[in-house]
């Protein structure tokens, strides 16, 4: 009967927190819920330093790797193989893992969660590296194996894999509050976007376009944009703003110089308003000193003043 199968999910900064940790680790395992929604994930728990997935026979493990992958919070994740916490169950399953894989040199990794197990880390390691060596004719390289054998023991199951697949890191999305992003057509404000995800934020994005005196593109683009983006977190709201009459009536009553910034300040405000009412904290732009002419510290600093709310 083959053994079943799980995703080990690893986080780092999260482990860092002090009493507020479980809200963390809660909204973690609740992203991880919605990432791998139809996916054959039969649930979803954390246990001491991470979070793990128990899949149904079957779930397509590339599938979820790439989409779990995306989920802010996890570090590192890997498909595992469950077995009874025992030295006979696991040595039966590493080598019938070693069997179906192909290497030259290997190393042993064992992790015990469950200290009452009757040999160290250590001895189990030179036991099952004696037994991987003998079966497999390959050899200990403890520096640089062309695979790694790891082995978390704990109280009531053991799990052994052989690969870590990075994750994106950083903070579960929903535990900083909103932000909304005035995101443009550009590549900064969408990474800005990501950086604030990344960092725990739920973003909602506004995007002003100047349809129907340009063509609309833009808005378009900002779709694409904001789907790309939905990829690492949930329920993103995009507001598409008309802005062509703002335009209009900038251009006839503001000096030529001074229009960009005028421009900038009436999308603060607006974006501020759409912010307010979505629960926003913080309005977040793409801005980057010096990178075009208008993006200046004192042009910044002027339409940051349009704002009440951190810039």
């Known amino acids: 009967?083959?053994?079943?199968?799980?995703?080990?999910?690893?986080?780092?900064?999260?482990?860092?927190?002090?009493?507020?940790?479980?809200?963390?680790?809660?909204?973690?395992?609740?992203?991880?819920r919605r990432a791998t929604v139809?996916?054959?994930?039969?649930?979803?728990?954390?246990?001491?330093?991470?979070?793990?997935?128990?899949l149904e026979p079957q779930a397509d493990w590339s599938q979820i790797r790439d989409r779990v992958s995306t989920v802010f919070g996890?570090?590192?994740?890997?498909?595992?193989y469950e077995t009874e916490p025992n030295e006979t169950a696991i040595t039966s399953k590493l080598i019938h893992l070693a069997r179906e894989i192909h290497f030259g040199t290997f190393r042993i990794t064992t992790n015990r969660s469950d200290k009452r197990f009757p040999l160290t880390s250590q001895q189990l390691n030179?036991?099952?590296?004696?037994?991987?060596?003998?079966?497999?004719?390959?050899?200990?390289?403890?520096q640089v194996p062309d695979v790694n054998f790891r082995i978390e023991i704990g109280t009531r199951k053991a799990y052994i894999y052989t690969q870590d697949v990075l994750g994106a890191g950083g903070l579960p999305v929903g535990t900083a509050g909103r932000v909304s992003v005035l995101m443009s057509g550009g590549i900064d404000s969408p990474v800005a976007a990501w950086r604030l995800m990344r960092r725990g934020c739920h973003a909602s994005l506004v995007h002003f376009h100047s349809f129907p005196l340009v063509e609309g593109r833009s808005r378009e683009k900002a779709k694409d944009l904001?789907?790309?983006?939905?990829?690492?977190?949930?329920?993103?709201?995009?507001?598409?703003?008309?802005?062509?009459?703002?335009?209009?009536?900038?251009?006839?009553?503001?000096?030529?110089?001074?229009?960009?910034?005028?421009?900038?300040?009436f999308m603060i405000r607006i974006a501020e308003k759409i912010g307010l009412r979505d629960g926003s904290k913080a309005l977040v732009t793409g801005e980057s000193v010096g990178q075009v002419g208008s993006q200046t510290l004192q042009n910044i600093a002027t339409v940051g003043q349009a704002a009440n709310m951190p810039l």
Do not use: C
């Open 226 to 265: 904001a789907r790309i983006l939905n990829n690492y977190q949930y329920d993103t709201k995009l507001y598409l703003v008309p802005f062509a009459e703002i335009q209009k009536n900038v251009i006839l009553s503001v000096p030529g110089p001074l229009r960009v910034v005028a421009y900038r300040r």
């Open 38 to 54: 139809g996916m054959h994930v039969a649930s979803v728990w954390s246990e001491r330093m991470g979070v793990h997935v128990d």
């Open 1 to 32: 009967m083959e053994s079943a199968r799980h995703v080990l999910i690893r986080y780092h900064e999260i482990a860092l927190k002090g009493r507020n940790r479980s809200m963390f680790v809660d909204r973690l395992v609740g992203n991880i």
């Open 74 to 80: 996890a570090v590192k994740l890997a498909l595992a």
């Open 126 to 142: 030179i036991r099952l590296g004696e037994l991987v060596q003998k079966e497999t004719k390959s050899k200990v390289n403890l």
